[in-house]
């Protein structure tokens, strides 16, 4: 997450972001981020180039339009689910932390992705986005892997 007032200089926090992506085999960011981190205001520019710079899943945050992510089988663009919103603090972390479980819970290689599984993974992490946005508060509102899951199966 770029925070300006962490920085000295917006040039300083980009030269040090961009710096890391190499070294990186799973990354997010969001679509207010893409041109920082990648010099592409597009988002699946951005991806292709995140994906190009040697990560191995890269994916991008659309907050209500959804999200996209790559791997070298393709990019995929899942459609964000409609929501009522009290609060958008959290939505990121909970739809990347959805998308960490699965990898870590499921023993996902990036690397043996198709794009069906990059959906389904999307999918999940668009469900756990939604329902965090549905309460106030980052943290409290984050869900559980059952909620998300019956949010799915609704």
Not at 40 to 52: C, H, M, S, V, Y
């Amino acid at each position: 997450n770029y925070r300006a007032s962490l920085w000295n200089s917006r040039q300083e926090a980009i030269e040090a972001m961009r710096s890391l992506v190499p070294f990186a085999d799973l990354m997010k960011i969001s679509d207010e981020e893409t041109e920082l981190l990648t010099g592409k205001a597009d988002p699946e520019e951005a991806l292709q180039a995140l994906l190009d710079a040697g990560v191995k899943f890269a994916a991008v945050t659309l907050g209500a339009d959804g999200a996209m992510a790559g791997t070298s089988a393709g990019i995929v663009k899942v459609p964000g689910i409609p929501s009522p919103i009290a609060d958008t603090n959290g939505a990121g972390d909970s739809f990347w932390g959805a998308i960490l479980w699965q990898f870590a819970s499921r023993d996902l290689d990036p690397e043996e992705l198709d794009p069906a599984r990059t959906e389904e993974l999307l999918r999940f992490a668009n469900a756990a986005a939604a329902l965090t946005v549905r309460r106030p508060g980052a943290i409290p509102a984050m869900p559980d892997r059952e909620a998300v899951e019956t949010f799915l199966a609704a």
